[in-house]
């Protein structure tokens, strides 16, 4: 049984998907699986990824009978995962090569149900690296759901002590994963370590700042079931720090 089972949803990305498995495959930490459920692609993803497959046989291809979206995609992954942590990493995204060992030594340290850790940006053809994107120290469900802190590709589930996770099929639903495994009472952990690259990319689900505005607005009053006053004070908090993190690449 793996230690690590990586969630990656993917969908027409045959440029970008080998070097994701790449930055898994050169984890110093070696004891994952990395599944990757593709998305219906056009392209030549699915082969890539069947490439790297054929070598290594911790990477395993999931193929998704229609294109449902990434929640679907993740579920389905996660419905094969063997291990005890759950880590999530997009497709066109990086992990530098400490990631897991340092984030699973953490989590091990904190008994954390849920960790994350800073980041960098990267652009489009990874030729620019953006500052370091620092995160605190912990987040409760009050805190998070007011916070951005969390990034997909940084978060980190220990399923021993979380549990049982699904993802919703709703947009944002890393958010609302987030959230749902904060809300019994459990605190993520934040490591303020430089360990992953996100690659921003104009055609990504979230890059849209008004549509992701509306999504959290709507995991506030449909998902979340906060109450109006409530919402609007969440959501005052969520967009001010969405704007600083977006100030400066």
Not at 71 to 85: C, M, N, S, T, V
Not at 194 to 212: F, H
């Amino acid at each position: 049984m793996p230690l690590v089972s990586i969630i990656t949803p993917s969908w027409n990305v045959e440029r970008l998907i080998g070097e994701t498995i790449e930055s898994v495959q050169a984890q110093t930490l070696g004891d994952w699986e990395l599944l990757i459920a593709d998305d219906c692609s056009t392209d030549n993803t699915a082969a890539v990824i069947e490439s790297y497959a054929a070598k290594d046989p911790r990477i395993k291809l999931i193929r998704q009978p229609r294109n449902g979206g990434p929640a679907l995609a993740r579920q389905a992954a996660i419905e094969q995962a063997q291990g005890r942590f759950i880590a999530f990493l997009d497709s066109d995204d990086l992990w530098l090569p400490p990631k897991l060992e340092r984030q699973i030594a953490f989590a091990r340290e904190h008994r954390a149900a849920l960790s994350f850790t800073a980041f960098r940006r990267i652009n489009e053809d990874g030729s620019t690296t953006g500052r370091l994107i620092p995160v605190p120290a912990s987040l409760t469900y009050e805190q998070l759901i007011k916070n951005t802190s969390i990034a997909t590709l940084t978060a980190l589930v220990d399923r021993d002590i979380a549990g049982n996770i699904a993802m919703k099929n709703e947009p944002y639903d890393d958010f609302c994963l987030w959230l749902s495994i904060l809300k019994p009472g459990h605190v993520a952990w934040g490591l303020n370590e430089d360990l992953a690259r996100y690659r921003v990319r104009g055609v990504s689900v979230s890059s849209r700042p008004m549509r992701s505005a509306g999504w959290v607005w709507h995991i506030y009053r449909n998902v979340e079931g906060l109450s109006l006053l409530k919402s609007a004070w969440c959501f005052a908090h969520w967009s001010a720090r969405a704007w600083l993190k977006r100030r400066e690449f």
